[in-house]
């Protein structure tokens, strides 16, 4: 990642991350053959204030349902 807030964003991924394993949102599992998974990419906003000033880092993995 060669974003100048690359730092920030990898600790919003690790949030994230953390939060989906403590309410069980994610389950890795082996894949079946001649099974076709779904996958999957990091989706990055940055929140602003009134200001205009960057309070937080969003990060979110989402599904690339569009593959199903």
Do not use: H, P
């Amino acid at each position: 990642m060669s974003d100048i807030d690359s730092d920030n964003w990898l600790e919003a991924m690790r949030s994230r991350m953390d939060s989906m394993g403590l309410y069980q949102v994610l389950t890795i599992v082996d894949s079946l053959e001649g099974v076709k998974l779904v996958g999957c990419k990091w989706v990055y906003k940055r929140k602003l204030g009134a200001d205009g000033e960057v309070t937080a880092f969003k990060a979110r993995l989402m599904e690339k349902g569009y593959t199903q």
